[in-house]
């Protein structure tokens, strides 16, 4: 499974990104897909993630009522998104999109990871 995500970039505080994540072939049928994200000195963390068996999702206290997880089940190959609005500096961070076999929350059995793309929030 290969995992390539899209969509960072700078913005000022208050503004909103799209992040994308494009999986081989079904991936996201089968695996729940989560994002991470990662800051200099910090350990990466799980901010969404989405249940392929049951559609549930899951958000960090962080982001809660601020970022949307989603998936276009329509889409071939499967797309994955996080709709972030209302960004903060504190926000700035390499998110990471993810294919997980098991887990929630903030623990994860990963068996793959996108490369990362950054996001920077400006103040």
């Known amino acids: 499974v290969q995992l390539v995500e899209f969509g960072g970039g700078l913005v000022q505080a208050g503004e909103s990104l799209r992040l994308s994540c494009v999986a081989s072939?079904?991936?996201?049928?089968?695996?729940?897909v989560a994002w991470f994200r990662q800051s200099p000195g910090k350990e990466r963390e799980a901010v969404a993630c989405?249940?392929?068996?049951?559609?549930?999702?899951?958000?960090a206290d962080s982001v809660k009522g601020r970022f949307t997880i989603s998936k276009d089940k329509s889409a071939k190959p499967n797309t994955a998104y996080l709709q972030m609005n209302n960004l903060k500096p504190e926000d700035t961070a390499v998110y990471y999109c993810?294919?997980?076999?098991?887990?929630?929350?903030?623990?994860?059995?990963?068996?793959?990871w996108g490369q990362g793309t950054q996001v920077t929030v400006s103040s």
């Open positions: 993810a294919a997980a076999r098991a887990g929630w929350g903030t623990s994860y059995v990963v068996d793959w």
């Open positions: 072939g079904y991936a996201f049928d089968v695996y729940t």
């Open positions: 989405l249940s392929y068996r049951d559609g549930s999702t899951y958000y």
